[in-house]
């Protein structure tokens, strides 16, 4: 399922939207390069989860964590070289295991996130415009679930998008 | 006289240190100052905990034996108990602990913010309150309000991204290397900082920072412009950094009405930013004080420096208290 999103408030809304879905236990990776907006979108997957304060970079700490309707365990391991040092974070150990566990540069250790996961990659547009037409802000989002337990709650993430007057994102 | 040992193990850094009453320095060790990664036999994981499990032992021998002293010597053991990395953090605190039970002296957990708050003083005593406080790091950037040594309050602080991260993830993109901080500051110097107009996020907009913004701008500047001088890129990024950081330190200095302005934190060894402040406090009439750049990034006298504090005005901790991951200055 593809999405475009023309700012990083639209990308917000797209965050919050896939929080109204989620279950404890979920594993959503985010994928993009520098400067696509995971972060963005972290952010509106932890408002859109009922926590109220601002969602600062785990980068340099790792993990964060919040409690909103579920427990959140925000994770980035962008700094870590090895797959032993994701394994030693021992996610599953974790607030994860009773709420949402949301990985940035997730992608690059998928396998050690286990086998139902939501993936999230952002991409700036560049086969879908040249570049001097896109705009700095637009963003093609693409929503993977691997094993059943996302593949059944998609299906309604476009009416719940398509619903709310405040999210205009749309699909590609 | 007391004599304590101060650990800390928040993030990177194995750090422990003696210090007596607050501020003489005996020993100040931080992991990457020896030569562990040789006598372990290969490259060690810097971030994980194993790697704190393997390094404390070495460094804390290492503090004691430099200071000259045992541990029938100590009088307290102290470690850092946030924020942090959660298993990182415990290394610390179960290590002071256990080292505090076998001495049969106090043990004292220590925020690593307020270490940071304290560290200028280390260098130099007889610093004026009320004091404006800039700290800025890979994790962390708050401007805090210091009216006496254990009055303080938070004014403010990033809503994203923290300035060293900023700096960390430009470089990388610029293809410079790690650590960002210093390959940025080094080119930086060459370029033209004002040949690139990056917006300053939330300059105008009392104590927050925000950062993550202005890595996005970089990045979009470079597509558009693949030609872009590097050198310049930098500068001008450096530029928009600083300029933003300076902004909101003599903004808090003005509304606590500061006599001093104070940095702490790794970022804290930029040049341009040490620059500036200095140019800020003399414009503002002010002391700037700004600690040499083992003291500004992690270290564990900071922790020492800071416990002692904290045994006089509470008394020894407890030994049941564990880490917070989370944990906050006051104020905010």
């Known amino acids: 399922m593809r999405f475009l999103s023309t700012s990083p408030d639209q990308t917000r809304a797209l965050g919050r939207a896939i929080a109204e ?37 785990p980068t340099f700490t790792l993990v964060r964590e919040y409690h909103g309707r579920l427990p959140v365990a925000h994770v980035d391991v962008y700094r870590l070289d090895h797959m032993q040092e994701v394994l030693d974070l021992a996610l599953d150990e974790g607030p994860g295991a009773e709420g949402v566990t949301i990985v940035e540069w997730g992608d690059r250790v998928a396998t ?61 | 006289m007391t004599r304590i040992l101060g650990i800390e193990t928040s993030c990177d850094e194995t750090a422990a240190a003696v210090v007596d009453d607050g501020r003489e320095v005996l020993s100040s060790v931080v992991s990457s100052q020896i030569d562990l990664h040789a006598r372990f036999g290969g490259v060690v994981p810097e971030i994980a905990s194993r790697a704190h499990v393997e390094l404390l032992n070495p460094v804390v021998a290492e503090a004691l034996v430099e200071a000259g002293t045992e541990l029938d010597g100590i009088d307290a053991v102290a470690a850092c108990h946030g924020p942090g990395l959660a298993g990182a953090l415990l290394v610390g605190v179960s290590a002071a602990k256990a080292i505090a039970l076998v001495a ?195 270290n564990a006298a900071m922790i020492a420096a800071t416990a002692y504090r904290r045994l006089l005005s509470d008394g020894p901790g407890d030994l049941g208290g564990g880490a917070d991951p989370n944990l906050r200055l006051p104020g905010r």
Request: charged share 20%; proline share 5%.
């Open chain 1, 21 to 57: 879905l989620a279950r404890p236990g979920d594993v959503i990776v985010l994928a993009g390069d520098l400067g696509a907006g995971k972060t963005v979108l972290a952010q509106g997957l932890v408002h859109g989860l009922g926590v109220d304060e601002a969602v600062v970079s």
């Open chain 1, 112 to 172: 050690a996130l286990g086998p139902q996961r939501l993936d999230v990659s952002i991409e700036r547009p560049d086969g879908v415009a040249p570049l001097e037409k896109a705009s700095d802000d637009e963003r093609v989002i693409t929503l993977t679930p691997f094993g059943s337990a996302w593949a059944a709650r998609l299906s309604t993430l476009s009416d719940l998008v398509d619903a709310r007057v405040d999210v205009v994102v749309g699909e590609v």
């Open chain 2, 104 to 298: 049969d002296v106090p043990y004292i957990g220590v925020n690593h913010l307020e270490g940071h708050l304290h560290a200028a003083w280390l260098e130099q005593p007889d610093l004026q309150v009320p004091a404006a406080v800039l700290i800025v790091s890979g994790g962390h950037t708050m401007v805090v309000a210091m009216d006496d040594l254990d009055q303080y309050r938070v004014l403010g602080q990033t809503v994203d991204d923290a300035a060293g991260e900023a700096f960390d993830k430009v470089a990388r993109f610029l293809g410079l290397g790690y650590p960002g901080g210093p390959a940025i500051d080094r080119l930086a110097a060459t370029g033209d900082p004002t040949a690139i107009a990056f917006p300053r996020p939330m300059r105008d907009e009392a104590f927050d920072f925000s950062f993550s913004g202005l890595k996005t701008a970089v990045v979009n500047h470079v597509r558009h412009n693949p030609d872009a001088e590097v050198r310049d890129v930098a500068a001008s990024f450096q530029e928009a950094v600083v300029d933003v950081l300076v902004g909101k330190l003599v903004a808090a200095a003005d509304a606590c009405h500061a006599k001093t302005m104070i940095i702490g934190g790794g970022v804290g060894a930029n040049t341009r930013l040490r620059t500036r402040i200095l140019d800020a406090a003399t414009d503002t009439g002010r002391e700037a004080m700004l600690p040499s750049p083992a003291l500004c990034t992690d």
